[in-house]
T-cell receptor, first 116, second 116 residues
């Protein structure tokens, strides 16, 4: 299994406060993703990264920003948390393209965020 | 744009009975298809994947899925359910075969309950 660690695993915060979630990987995977999981919606992509300092938006990026200054770390920031951002957040990684790569994602164990 | 539809947000089967979880996809190019499983309070892990080789794909824990292009389906089956199969299952689609910036799109999930 890919070594993917998310922190914090649980966080309760108040509306309007900034929050940063961290994803750390030890597999040297090129691609990293942040998803949110909500009942009835499955997993939805927030942002992703295809290399150091290379990031792009997913389908639900409003209110979120990301940064990747090192291969192993991918940070998700909520500049001003809202109750609608209460969710479980998952980080995932994938190796780079090429022969033999079948696009499998490896997931962290999730970060449960509650915004009061 | 690619999409996945999972029919049935909840499925219950008796222990020892056939498991059938339905997934239909939409893709403008030949897709790569995946089934992931999520146990309570954990991240997702890969069950199996279709990557344009054999249309019948075998995965872990006795699960298999058949790619049917004419029906745009990729249903997940297991001949005999076990209590340990209780989990949430996600179907996902990825377009293209280069695995560069392609992203996975997930379905909304099916929660499988096993009745003793």
């Amino acid at each position: 299994d890919a070594g993917i660690t998310q922190s914090p695993r649980h966080k309760v915060t108040e509306t309007g406060t900034p929050v940063t979630l961290r994803c750390h990987q030890t597999e040297n995977h090129r691609y990293m993703y942040w998803y949110r999981q909500d009942p009835g919606h499955g997993l939805r992509l927030i942002h992703y990264s295809y290399g150091v300092k290379d990031t792009d938006k997913g389908e639900v990026s409003d209110g979120y920003s990301v940064s990747r200054s090192k291969t192993e770390d991918f940070l998700l920031t909520l500049e001003s948390a809202t109750s609608s951002q209460t969710s479980v957040y998952f980080c995932a990684t994938r190796t780079s393209g090429g022969a033999g790569n079948t696009g499998e994602l490896f997931f962290g164990e999730g970060s449960r965020l509650t915004v009061l | 744009a690619q999409s996945v539809t999972q029919l049935g947000s909840h499925v219950s089967v008796s222990e020892g009975a056939l498991v059938l979880l339905r997934c239909n996809y939409s893709s403008s190019v030949p897709p790569y298809l995946f089934w992931y499983v999520q146990y309570p309070n954990q991240g997702l892990q890969l069950l199996l994947k279709y990557t344009s080789a054999a249309t019948l794909v075998k995965g872990i824990n006795g699960f298999e899925a058949e790619f049917k292009k004419s029906e745009t389906s990729f249903h997940l089956t297991k001949p005999s359910a076990h209590m340990s199969d209780a989990a949430e299952y996600f179907c996902a689609v990825s377009e293209g075969s280069n695995f560069g910036n392609e992203k996975l799109t997930f379905g909304t999930g099916t929660r499988l309950t096993i009745i003793p």
